[in-house]
C-alpha cells in the first residue's frame, strides 16, 4: 500500500454505525432481541447477514467493489420455532438497508404453487411470485413440491419457474424454503440446481421448558391475562409432560393450550356468573384451568 494512499485512508472515516442506525435496521434486530424468547444461533446468524449487508451498502457508498450478496435461504427446524416470525424480520432488515424494495412476506405452501392438471401450475406459480416480488417470499414444507414417486405430478413445473426467478430476479426478491431438515436436505440434494441458488442455512432449535414458560406468560401478558401462582406451577409441568408426547410443536402447542385455558376459564366464570366478578378475576387463569387438560388425565393425551 503506497503511503499516500494508506495517508487517504487514515484521514477517512467511515460511520459504519450511523449506516446502522439510519436504517432502522437496528430497531428490528432490537425487537428480534426482546421478542423472541431462546434461538440465539438463529439471532446470531440474522445479526451476521445483517453485517454483511450493512458493510456491502458501505463498500458501494464511496466506490469500492460491492458484490450483491446471495440471499436466497433454508430455515430449518421442528414446527413452532419462529420459522415465520424471524422470516418477517428478515424482510424487514432486507427492506431496511435497501435490498428489497417493499419488505413484506407472503407465505405459501405447495398447494399455492401447483395446480391439479396440465397448465394450471406455471399461472399459480407466477401469480405468486408477483405477488411476492420486491420482498420474502417464504415456502413452508417445501420439500411438497417434489414428489418424484409421482410421474404425473406438476410439483417439478413450479421448481423450475422459481429457479429461474431466483437467478434472474434476485435482486428483488428473496426466498426461503421452510421445513425439517432432514426433509429439506433431501429435497435439495434432488434439486442441484436449487441448492446451489440457496447460500444461508439457518436452523431453529426447539425451545427448552423454561422458555416455553417464558413464552407462555408473554402470550398471557399480551391478551392482558395473567397465571396465578398455582397456575404457573401447573403450566410449567404441563410443558414438561406435553414436550415427551407426539406431536408437540413448541410455541404453537403452547399457544393451543393457552387458548383452551381461557376456554376451561371462562366457563368457570360463567358457571359461576351469578356471583360479581372483579377485573383481576376475568384476567387471571387458574390452576384448575390448566389442570382439566388431558396432558394430566392420561399418558397419551394432547390437548
Do not use: W
Request: proline residues 4%.
Amino acid at each position: 500500500m503506497s503511503e499516500n494512499l494508506a495517508r487517504a485512508e487514515d484521514c477517512e472515516r467511515l460511520d459504519l454505525d450511523g449506516l446502522y442506525r439510519e436504517s432502522a435496521v437496528a430497531q428490528t434486530i432490537g425487537a428480534l432481541d426482546s421478542d423472541l424468547v431462546g434461538l440465539a444461533p438463529v439471532k446470531r446468524r440474522v445479526r451476521e447477514i445483517a453485517a454483511l449487508l450493512l458493510v456491502e451498502k458501505l463498500r458501494r457508498s464511496i466506490g469500492l467493489q460491492a458484490v450483491a450478496p446471495p440471499l436466497h435461504m433454508s430455515f430449518t427446524g421442528n414446527p413452532g420455532t419462529g420459522k415465520t416470525t424471524v422470516a418477517m424480520r428478515m424482510a424487514s432488515i432486507l427492506h431496511g438497508l435497501g435490498y428489497v424494495r417493499k419488505g413484506h412476506l407472503v407465505v405459501v405452501t405447495r398447494d399455492d404453487l401447483v395446480g391439479q392438471f396440465i397448465g394450471h401450475t406455471a399461472p399459480k406459480t407466477k401469480e405468486v411470485l408477483k405477488r411476492a416480488m420486491g420482498g420474502v417470499l417464504l415456502i413452508d414444507e417445501a420439500y411438497y413440491l417434489h414428489r418424484p414417486e409421482n410421474e404425473r405430478d406438476y410439483g417439478q413445473e413450479a421448481i423450475e419457474i422459481l429457479l429461474q426467478v431466483m437467478e434472474n430476479q434476485r435482486d428483488d426478491l428473496v426466498v426461503i424454503f421452510a421445513g425439517y431438515k432432514d426433509r429439506i436436505d433431501k429435497f435439495f440434494a434432488s434439486n442441484p440446481g436449487m441448492a446451489s441458488r440457496v447460500t444461508h442455512h439457518i436452523e431453529f432449535p426447539d425451545y427448552t421448558a423454561p422458555e416455553l414458560l417464558v413464552i407462555a406468560e408473554l402470550m398471557l401478558q399480551q391478551m392482558q391475562y395473567c397465571l396465578s401462582d398455582t397456575a404457573r406451577a401447573a403450566l410449567e409441568e404441563y410443558i414438561e409432560r406435553r414436550m415427551t408426547q407426539p406431536n408437540f410443536a413448541n410455541a404453537r402447542s403452547v399457544r393451543n393450550a393457552l387458548d383452551r385455558a381461557r376456554l376451561r376459564q371462562a366457563n368457570r366464570l360463567f358457571e359461576a356468573r351469578a356471583r360479581p366478578l372483579s377485573r383481576l378475576a376475568l384476567s387471571t387463569i387458574e390452576d384448575a384451568d390448566i389442570r382439566a387438560s388431558r396432558v394430566f388425565a392420561a399418558a397419551g393425551g394432547s390437548s
